[in-house]
C-alpha cells in the first residue's frame, strides 16, 4: 500500500515542484493538495502542465482535508507552518516541513531573527532538521520514532543553508579552517526562491537583467547557517545577491586556512570533499580543476559541489551548486520523507538536470 501525502501550499512555487515530484514518486500516493486562494480550482487548470497526469483539486487549508494522510508537506510561509504543525502531529500526521519555523534550535535565536514567539518549543525540541547529509543521524532518529509509531516533524534546511553548507562542512569539520575565523559567504538566488508573489526586488522588469545584493548582514539564513556549520555568532558574514533566472543557486564560501597547517594541494582538498560524500547519492563533489554550476543541478534534488584554494590569501574557497525548488526545497523535503519513511533516499529523485 501506498503511503498517503498531502501538500499544504501547493499552488506555491516548493508546493508546485512537490506536487511534480509526488506524482511520480513509486511509493507516496498523493492525495490531498490545499491552496486557499485556489480552493475548488483543478490542478491541471491552474497548472497546465500537469494535464493528464492528476484529476486533484485545491481545497482550502483545513485540517478535514488532511485527516489521514500519513505525511503531510507544509510548503508554506513561516508562522504558518508553526499555527499549523502541532495540530497535524497530535492527529498522528507526520510533518515534512519545507519553512523555517523548527530549523534554529534555540527559540530566543528564532525570536530574535523572525520576530515572532516561538509557540511550539516541545516540538521544536524534538524535529529533525532535514539536510541529510549534514544531519543523518537526527533523521535516523526520528525514521526509529516513526517506525514505533510516532508521528515525527523534519524541518528541512534552507535554500541558501544547504548550498553553502554542503560545500563548506567537509573542510570545516576536518579542522581545516582557522580557528575563530570569520567565513564569508556569497551567494545567489533565482527569483523562484523568493516564491510567487512579485515583489518591487521580484518583478521581472526590476529583476530582469541585474543583479543585486540584499540583506547584508541581517539574512535570516545567517543563524541557520552558523547552527550547521558550528560557527559562535558573528564568524559568518552572508551577503546573497538575486540574479535573473528562475531556478538556481550558487553559493562561494571563503574560509582561511588553519594556522600551521600546511598549504593544501588541489587534489587534496578536491579528495576531503570527495571522501566525505562518497556514500551520498545526491551530492556530486567534483574532481580538482572542475567547479558547480546551476545548469548542471536544475530541475534535480541534487547538489553539486567543488573547491579552490587561493594560495596568496591561504584560503579555502568551496562553492555549492542546487536548484533552489529542488535540493533547495522539494526535492530535499522528499528526500528527507524517504528516509523517514525507510525508502532508498533516492527514490522518485533520479531525474536528470534540465541543464548541461
Ligand atoms: N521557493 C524556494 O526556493 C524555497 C522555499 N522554501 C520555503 O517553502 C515555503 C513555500 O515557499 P514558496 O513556495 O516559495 O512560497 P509561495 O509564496 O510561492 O507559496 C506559498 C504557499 O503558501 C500558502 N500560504 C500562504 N500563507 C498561508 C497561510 N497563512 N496558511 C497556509 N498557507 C499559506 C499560499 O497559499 P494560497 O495558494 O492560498 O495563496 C501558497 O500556496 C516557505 O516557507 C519558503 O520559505 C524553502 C526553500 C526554498
Ligand atoms: C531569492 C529569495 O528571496 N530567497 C529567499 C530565501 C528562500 C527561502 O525560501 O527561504 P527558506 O529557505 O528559509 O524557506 C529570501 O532571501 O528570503
Known amino acids: 500500500m501506498k503511503i498517503k501525502a498531502g501538500i499544504v501550499g501547493a499552488a506555491g512555487f516548493a508546493g508546485a515542484e512537490l506536487t511534480r515530484l509526488l506524482l511520480r514518486h513509486p511509493s507516496f500516493e498523493l492525495c490531498a493538495i490545499t491552496s486557499d486562494a485556489l480552493a475548488g480550482r483543478a490542478l491541471a487548470e491552474v497548472y497546465p502542465a500537469f494535464a493528464g497526469a492528476s484529476d486533484l483539486v485545491f481545497s482550502k487549508h483545513d485540517k478535514s482535508v ?20 502541532p495540530e497535524l502531529i497530535a492527529a498522528g500526521t507526520t510533518v515534512v516541513d519545507l519553512s523555517a519555523d523548527y530549523r534554529l534550535k534555540d527559540p530566543a535565536i ?6 515572532v514567539a516561538h509557540t511550539s518549543t516541545d516540538l521544536l525540541a524534538k524535529a529533525a532538521f532535514g539536510l541529510p547529509e ?20 523534519v524541518a528541512c534546511a534552507g535554500c541558501y543553508p544547504t548550498a553553502t553548507s554542503l560545500a563548506a562542512a567537509p573542510f570545516l569539520r576536518a579542522g581545516l579552517v582557522e580557528e575563530g575565523a570569520t567565513v564569508i559567504v556569497d551567494a545567489l538566488s533565482g527569483i523562484t526562491g523568493a516564491g510567487k508573489k512579485a515583489t518591487e526586488r521580484t518583478h521581472f ?42 531556478r538556481g543557486l550558487l553559493s562561494t564560501v571563503k574560509m582561511p586556512l588553519a594556522k600551521g597547517a600546511d598549504a593544501p594541494d588541489p587534489e587534496e582538498l578536491a579528495a576531503i570533499q570527495q571522501r566525505f560524500y562518497a556514500n551520498s547519492p545526491l551530492v556530486e563533489a567534483l574532481p580538482a580543476g572542475k567547479l558547480p554550476k546551476t545548469a548542471s543541478v536544475a530541475g534535480t534534488a541534487r547538489a553539486q559541489v567543488g573547491v579552490a584554494y587561493h594560495a596568496e590569501a591561504r584560503m579555502i574557497i568551496a562553492i555549492g551548486a542546487i536548484d533552489n525548488l ?30 548541461v
Open 66 to 85: 488532511l485527516a489521514d494522510l500519513d505525511v503531510a508537506f507544509l510548503a508554506v510561509p513561516h508562522t504558518a507552518s508553526l499555527a499549523m504543525t
Open 110 to 115: 528564532y525570536e530574535k531573527w523572525y520576530k
Open 134 to 153: 549534514l544531519t543523518g543521524d537526527e533523521l535516523a532518529s526520528a525514521a526509529a520514532r516513526r517506525a514505533a509509531g510516532e508521528a515525527v516533524l
Open 205 to 246: 522588469c526590476f529583476a530582469n537583467e541585474s543583479v543585486e545584493a540584499y540583506g547584508v548582514g541581517t539574512h535570516r539564513h545567517t543563524p541557520e547557517i552558523s547552527q550547521i556549520l558550528g560557527l559562535a555568532p558573528g564568524r559568518l558574514v552572508f551577503t546573497p545577491h538575486l540574479v535573473p533566472m528562475n
Open 326 to 355: 529542488g535540493k533547495g526545497a522539494a526535492g530535499q523535503a522528499v528526500q528527507c520523507a524517504n528516509i523517514i519513511f525507510g525508502l532508498d533516499q533516492t527514490e522518485g529523485l533520479t531525474s536528470l538536470a534540465v541543464g
